[in-house]
């Protein structure tokens, strides 16, 4: 199993980045997937996650800046960040998990990629 995030970079307040997520080799014919973040010092947390079917949920602290979506033809899923605060810095990381439902807890998620970095400058 394998899993491609790409995107990260640096940005300033107020800006946009685009993150993407490519899975490989997941056994599931449908899976849950989702977006975590870390940032220095600070334990992971998560941001949003979809579901198969396209449900998805949102951090508060996120809700209203940051879409995912997920083509389930590429296994991709993406992370539209929009309006970034210095505060959203952080190496961002993209998970998998056997159900096809979404989850907001870190332990439910089976696979994980190597994360991106993403740096706001004030």
């Known amino acids: 199993v394998q899993l491609q995030a790409s995107g990260g970079g640096l940005v300033q307040d107020g800006g946009s980045l685009r993150l993407s997520c490519v899975a490989s080799g997941i056994p599931s014919t449908s899976y849950g997937t989702g977006w975590f973040r870390q940032a220095p010092g600070k334990e992971r947390e998560f941001v949003s996650a979809?579901?198969?079917?396209?449900?998805?949920i949102y951090s508060d602290s996120v809700k209203g800046r940051f879409t995912i979506s997920r083509d389930n033809a590429k296994n991709t899923m993406y992370l539209q960040m929009n309006s970034l605060k210095p505060e959203d810095t952080a190496v961002y990381y993209c998970?998998?998990?056997?159900?096809?439902?979404?989850?907001?807890?870190?332990?439910?998620?089976?696979?994980w990629g190597q994360g991106t970095l993403v740096t706001v400058s004030s």
């Open positions: 998970a998998a998990r056997k159900s096809d439902s979404y989850y907001y807890s870190v332990s439910a998620y089976d696979y």
């Open positions: 979809i579901s198969w079917s396209g449900g998805s």
